[in-house]
């Protein structure tokens, strides 16, 4: 029952390099975000997903 991680991961780089819905000018970029692995806005730091490890 191994679900592989790189699910969530796949969806951190298809949203990677997409514009931000949220300001003008920021781009996301994939930045750990309170730990777990996200993608965040470089330019107002919304972060758009979170993968949390599952446990
Ligand atoms: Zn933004």
């Known amino acids: ?3 592989a991680e790189s699910d ?3 969806i951190l780089w298809r ?3 997409h514009s ?3 300001c003008e000018d ?3 970029v994939l930045k750990p975000y309170k ?3 996200a993608v ?3 330019g107002c730091d919304t972060p758009r997903a979170q993968v949390w490890d599952q446990v």
């Open 15 to 17: 949203l990677r390099g």
């Open 35 to 37: 730990g777990n692995r």
């Open 20 to 22: 931000c819905p949220s």
């Open 1 to 3: 029952m191994a679900k």
């Open 8 to 10: 969530g991961d796949a």
């Open 26 to 28: 920021g781009t996301l």
């Open 40 to 42: 965040v806005c470089d």
